[in-house]
């Protein structure tokens, strides 16, 4: 195929309503694509879906009032200043999710990467550990969707199933806790 044929199929191309020509002729394959005109109404892609990021509210503490000009702040350079008065505990707001290390002994397997923590391999099967449930080395955990990708949480240590931090469907950070296996 000589260059002035391809010219010649360019033009004819360029002035029909078809978006791509095939050609294939002495073993040369010429694709030939329309790129959508400039004047043309340009396609909205579609939305993202919503991003859970866990948003909750701060607890407050109260509010210390600024010195008056001239007035001395009660705390001199150096020395350590607690937000909150001695022997009160920070609580956490009732909505966020136990993410501390739980009371109970054992070991806690956390998200090794962030994505979409999945309990089951499909939404008709059973989940493949439950509350109770004893668990070996190289079990199957959960899913954790990442980039269209299903990545298996397997076990790394043998026990029970004490508690599952996450639950279905659910967005996880890195380092997020999701079990915990209590060791036999």
């Known amino acids: 195929m000589d260059l002035g044929k391809i010219k010649k199929l360019l033009s004819i191309v360029a002035a029909s309503d078809v978006s791509e020509v095939e050609i294939e002729e ?3 394959r010429v694709v ?23 948003y909750f509210t701060a607890p407050t503490t109260p509010a210390i009032p600024a010195p008056t000009p001239g007035q001395v702040p009660e705390a001199a350079a150096g020395d350590q200043v607690s937000p909150r008065p001695a022997g009160e505990a920070e609580a956490a707001p009732a909505d966020v999710p136990a993410q501390a290390a739980p009371e109970q002994e054992g070991e806690i397997i956390r998200a090794p990467i962030v994505g979409t923590f999945y309990r089951s391999p499909s939404p008709d099967s059973d989940p493949f550990v439950r509350v109770g449930d004893r668990v070996q080395p190289g079990d199957v955990l959960c899913i954790i969707e990442a980039m269209k990708l299903m990545n298996e949480i397997e076990c790394e240590t043998s026990g029970i ?13 890195f380092d997020q806790p999701l079990f915990l296996i209590e060791s036999e």
């Open 26 to 28: 002495e073993g040369l």
């Open 161 to 173: 199933v004490r508690r599952i931090f996450v639950e279905n469907a659910e967005p996880v950070e």
């Open 32 to 54: 030939v694509r329309k790129s959508p005109s400039t004047n043309a109404v340009p396609q909205q892609a579609a939305p993202f879906p919503p991003l859970h990021l866990g």
